[in-house]
C-alpha cells in the first residue's frame, strides 16, 4: 500500500530500492518523510506509551472528539456550548462525505492529529489510512484509537494536568497509521475515495498549494476531498486581495476538483485548560474529482 515519498517507487520490507532508503519504524509505526533520519534525531525509536500533550502542541488529547455539548465548560459560555449540540466542521464533513462519497473504499486523513476524523472514517466503514508529521500525535492516535491506551494526559492549566479516560469504543480493525508529509504522501495515486484536510492545510504556509495538489493527486477520479479550514495564517490576503476562499476555489478547479457542497461559519472549539478555550469559525467545502 505505501510507497516511497520521495520517488514513488515500491517498498520491500520498509526499503526504497529507487530511493535508497531504509525507512524505519517507531514502535510498529512507519515514519515515511523525505528525511526519516531528521525524524529519529529529535525522536529516538522507543515505545511510547503515552506521548506528551506538552510536546504534541494540541490543547488535549480528549475533546477533538467530542462534540461542543459535551465539554463540560463553566458558566454561560458551557451553557452556549450546549446549544451548538453535535454541529463541528469535522461532524459536518463526516455527513457530507457520507451523502456524497462514492463507495466505502479507501478514506485518507491527512494531518491526522489525535485521530479524530480516522476514527469517524472507520467508525463509518471505510479502510482508513491516517498520517500526521508529528510522531506523538500519531503514536497517541493509534493507541487511543485501538485500544493500547485506556487514559489520557491533559493539561488543567499550564502547570497542571489529570488523566481522563478515553471516552470512545475501541476500533479493532480498519486504521492505518504512519509518520508522514502532506505534501509528500507515501501513497500511490488514485488510491483513496475520499481524502479529508482538516486543520492542517492552514498550517501548511508557503506550502499550501504543495499540500493540496499532493491531496488531488491521491484522489480517485469520482472521488471527493473534504476541506476545513478556517482561512488562518496561510489564508490572510492584503487589503485589495481576493477573498481566500476565492483563491481556494480557483486552485481547486485548476487540480480538477468540482465544488459540490459547501458550510460556512461552523464553530470550532478547542479546550487549552480547564477555563480556557479557542472558539473559530471554519469554512467545510467538498469537491470531487471530475
Not at 525507512?23 to 506509551?49: E, K, Q
Amino acid at each position: 500500500m505505501y510507497v516511497c515519498p520521495r520517488t514513488g517507487g515500491p517498498l520491500k520490507d520498509w526499503h526504497s530500492r529507487d530511493g535508497h532508503v531504509t525507512y524505519p519504524l517507531i514502535d510498529g509505526v512507519p515514519i515515511l518523510v523525505a528525511d526519516p533520519v531528521g525524524v529519529l534525531a529529535t525522536h529516538p525509536p522507543r515505545v511510547a506509551h503515552e506521548a506528551s500533550v506538552v510536546r504534541l502542541g494540541v490543547p488535549d488529547a480528549i475533546t477533538p472528539h467530542l462534540a461542543p455539548s459535551m465539554f463540560g465548560a463553566p458558566g454561560g459560555f458551557g451553557q452556549w456550548l450546549t446549544t451548538l449540540g453535535d454541529q463541528s466542521p469535522d461532524q459536518a464533513a463526516a455527513g457530507f462525505a457520507h451523502k456524497l462519497a462514492p463507495n466505502r473504499g479507501r478514506a485518507l486523513d491527512v494531518g491526522c492529529g489525535v485521530g479524530a476524523m480516522a476514527r469517524r472514517m472507520a467508525v463509518m466503514g471505510w479502510e482508513t489510512w491516517a498520517f500526521d508529521r508529528s510522531v506523538d500525535a500519531v503514536l497517541l492516535a493509534r493507541g487511543m484509537l485501538t485500544g493500547g491506551l485506556t487514559q489520557a494526559t491533559i493539561p488543567t492549566s499550564r502547570r497542571g494536568i489529570r488523566r481522563v479516560k478515553v471516552p470512545f469504543k475501541v476500533i479493532p480493525a480498519g486504521l492505518n497509521f504512519c509518520v508522514a508529509d502532506a505534501t509528500r504522501p507515501p501513497f500511490a495515486p488514485d488510491t483513496f475515495g475520499w481524502v479529508h484536510l482538516g486543520d492542517v492545510l492552514d498550517s501548511l504556509g508557503e506550502e499550501l498549494a504543495d499540500g493540496l495538489v499532493a491531496a488531488a493527486g491521491v484522489l480517485q477520479r469520482g472521488g471527493i476531498l473534504t476541506i476545513n479550514t478556517c482561512y488562518g495564517a496561510s489564508g490572510e490576503v492584503s487589503e485589495g486581495g481576493a477573498p481566500p476562499e476565492e483563491e481556494l476555489l480557483e486552485a481547486l478547479d485548476a487540480l480538477g476538483l468540482q465544488l459540490v457542497e459547501q458550510q460556512d461559519r461552523i464553530p470550532h472549539v478547542s479546550r487549552v485548560y480547564d477555563r480556557s478555550f479557542q472558539v473559530r469559525f471554519f469554512h467545510v467545502l467538498v469537491a470531487r474529482k471530475r
